[in-house]
């Protein structure tokens, strides 16, 4: 059994060391332990079937044909590796899923990185907040900060008069407790 292993599943355990958060290096060293120790249990197994002395069972079993039968059953016994049974074929339509899902994270992420620096250098080269003054924030943009004279609105100004009245309208008395 030991010949016939395939060694074609191992591990990279050092490549995959280097993605390994720090945080999680505790479970993957346990992980690895536990390859590592199934590994030891079936290297330690040997490569063929071990060798049965059927002379001297057939000597000492007086039941005429039993010893033969076994002989038969044990010479004819065959141990089939494991097929994956289409399981590799799942996992790797699995990993081209993933992957685009990935690559289109990854796209939109760069889309809002580029956003957000535009947004960034608009704040770098705009004057401190604290030194302007109410003119000068509305021409910047920054009607959440200030109050807008010219505004019809209501406290806390977040809404016109206008939408104020047509809340109020709509609103039931259980609105209000």
């Known amino acids: 059994m030991a010949s016939k292993r395939v060694t074609a599943s191992a591990l990279d355990w050092g ?3 280097l993605k390994v958060r720090p945080e999680q290096k505790n479970g993957f060293n346990g992980l690895k332990m536990k390859v590592d120790k199934h590994l030891r249990a079936v290297n330690s197994l040997p490569a063929d079937l071990p060798k049965v002395d059927f002379a001297a069972y057939k ?3 007086a039941v005429p044909g039993m010893v033969d039968n076994f002989e038969k059953a044990y010479a004819g016994l065959q141990i089939p590796y494991p097929s994956d049974q289409g399981r590799l074929a799942e996992i790797d339509a699995q990993a081209v899923q993933v992957k685009a899902g990935y690559e289109t994270f990854v796209a939109e992420s760069n889309t809002r990185i ?3 620096t535009t947004e960034l250098a608009k704040w770098n080269t705009m004057k401190p907040v604290e030194e302007m003054n109410m003119e000068e924030a509305l021409d910047a943009g920054l009607t959440q900060f200030v109050i807008d004279p010219q505004g019809d609105t ?11 009245e047509a809340r ?3 609103a039931t008395p259980a609105d209000f407790h």
Request: proline share 4%.
């Open 154 to 164: 209501m406290f806390p100004h977040d809404e016109t008069w206008k939408e104020y």
């Open 59 to 61: 000597s000492r079993i």
């Open 168 to 170: 109020l309208k709509n």
């Open 15 to 17: 490549a995959m060391a």
């Open 114 to 116: 580029a956003g957000y």
